[in-house]
């Protein structure tokens, strides 16, 4: 094991206490504690007046240490209240500076530079963003992030990230020719495509060429959304603390215009990224989570190793690049609940690379239709998991999963219940499965159209993994 050898972040962290005390669990004992030290000043003063009045009547001696007791006992409420008022103080101070800190990041978030530029040859002054100034205001404002959460326990962290997510968005917003271009586009290829004697380039070609001529987001937008996805763990704790009308605080990215941006190993899970347009973006290794990706589009996306658990895939992946993705579709009879898939049946996964991809459905095996309508046309699906859809369950699957001349690796189901589309179009016998499968006809693992290389039992998941490796290994 590594030694820890960071410094200690504040005094309190060197003495032992990483968290502020919780005043509320000793909440009964402040009125206690009030009183007490009314009865001992009451006490001092009455002392005090007993000393002078023996002292001035009476002619006796008090001794230094009664003296100084009673004057301690009377000073001691003031000294308290000074102290507390110190602290007021500090405080109001901190928060004063930190608000001085995020103030001055945000106007360097709006500089702008005066550039000279030869234009018919005369020369003419414009006015750009100064893309230097503007990428240290983006790290201070993380650095902010980064101290409230260790220090005021993150009450500007959310400040911080509502700031740059206005400021994405606001940078890169979807422009409305670029918007009529697409749209009209995808309608003369859906109008021409439909013509018997159309023989022109198919929809990956479209997508691919208005991914490849796509803009690339600013410097400064990207390194915005790369502070943003790299959140440590306890950033994104105060994100799920935080209290929003719809029960937490999320990411708002949506209706961005993030094409070509690199979004490689971040963290974008439970972020609203609605109407967004990622096409020709690096998203391999992203967490997309419980993320909101209706009518987000990954044209030609690298998105290998992705994981799209539970998120809301009204999406268009059209030729993306989902090798060893994982995609979790949920229906649950909760509608409340923030994990329940919605939309996945408009999902459009044409010429997709989904190769060992694993693509599960949970909740009530009555509701897995999310995928009805889904568009798997043209995909590459090679080695890809099904796990857990029903006979309810149906989609445009590819006109074939398999290419016996390649030696391409079979499909896997667990946990599902075959349709017979599926049957004609995979080949049972170059797919893997186990005793969790039901095929189309009803039947199981006792049934005459089982496969000789399935086994008939179910397996765990660490058991089923390891007979799909050495099968695949076997058929290569």
């Known amino acids: 094991m590594t030694k820890d050898t960071r410094p200690n972040a504040t005094l309190t962290d060197w003495l032992g206490v990483s968290d502020d005390p919780n005043w509320r669990v000793a909440r009964p004992l402040g009125p206690l504690l009030t009183v007490v030290v009314a009865v001992l000043f009451v006490l001092a003063l009455v002392s005090a007046f007993v000393v002078l009045g023996r002292t001035i009547f009476a002619g006796g001696e008090v001794s230094l240490g009664v003296g100084g007791l009673v004057v301690a006992l009377l000073g001691a409420p003031f000294v308290i209240w000074g102290t507390v008022l110190k602290h007021q103080t500090v405080m109001f101070q901190k928060e004063g500076h930190m608000t001085d ?25 414009t006015s750009e963003p100064n893309i230097e100034v503007r990428i240290g205001a983006i790290l201070s404002l993380e650095r902010i992030a980064q101290d409230s959460t260790r220090h005021d326990k993150g009450r500007d962290h959310v400040r911080v990230m509502e700031i740059l997510c206005a400021y994405i968005k606001e940078n890169a917003p979807i422009k409305d020719k670029d918007e009529e271009k697409r749209s009209s586009l995808t309608k003369a290829f859906a109008e021409n495509s439909a013509k018997a004697d159309y023989a022109g380039p198919d929809f990956y070609d479209f997508a691919l060429h208005w991914a490849g001529n796509s803009p690339k987001p600013r410097a400064d937008i990207e390194l915005a959304l790369r502070v943003i996805g790299r959140r440590t763990g306890s950033q994104i704790a105060i994100e799920e603390n935080h209290p929003a009308p719809d029960g937490r605080y999320k990411l708002d990215l949506s209706d961005a215009d993030l094409r070509r941006v690199d979004l490689t190993g971040l963290d974008f899970s439970d972020a609203n990224m609605r109407g967004s347009w990622l096409d020709s973006a690096l998203l391999n290794g992203v967490k997309f989570d419980r993320a909101n990706l209706l009518y987000t589009y990954f044209y030609c996306a690298s998105a290998a190793e992705t994981s799209f658990v539970r998120a809301n895939l009204g999406a268009d992946f059209t030729g993306a690049i989902l090798d060893r993705s994982t995609f979790e579709f949920f229906k649950d009879d909760d509608p409340s609940s923030r994990f329940t898939s919605y939309d996945a049946g408009i999902a459009g996964f044409q010429y997709a690379q989904l190769i060992d991809a694993h693509i599960k459905f949970r909740g009530n095996p009555r509701k897995r239709t999310t995928f009805i309508g889904s568009q798997f046309s043209g995909a590459i699906m090679r080695g890809s998991l099904f796990d857990g859809f029903s006979h309810f369950h149906e989609c445009r699957w590819p006109d074939l999963f398999h290419d016996g001349d390649k030696g391409e690796k079979g499909l896997a189901f667990r946990n599902c219940h075959l349709t017979a589309e599926i049957e004609d179009r995979c080949t049972l016998e170059l797919c893997f499965g186990d005793g969790s499968v039901t095929l189309a006809d009803g039947s199981g693992p006792d049934g005459s159209n089982w496969p000789a290389h399935w086994p008939k039992a179910k397996l765990g998941d660490i058991e089923f993994n390891n007979l799909l490796e050495e099968w695949r290994r076997l058929r290569n």
Do not use: C, F, S, W
């Open 101 to 125: 800190r995020i103030n001055k990041a945000v106007e360097q978030l709006g500089a702008e530079k005066v550039v000279k530029k030869i234009i018919d040859g005369e020369t003419q002054e």
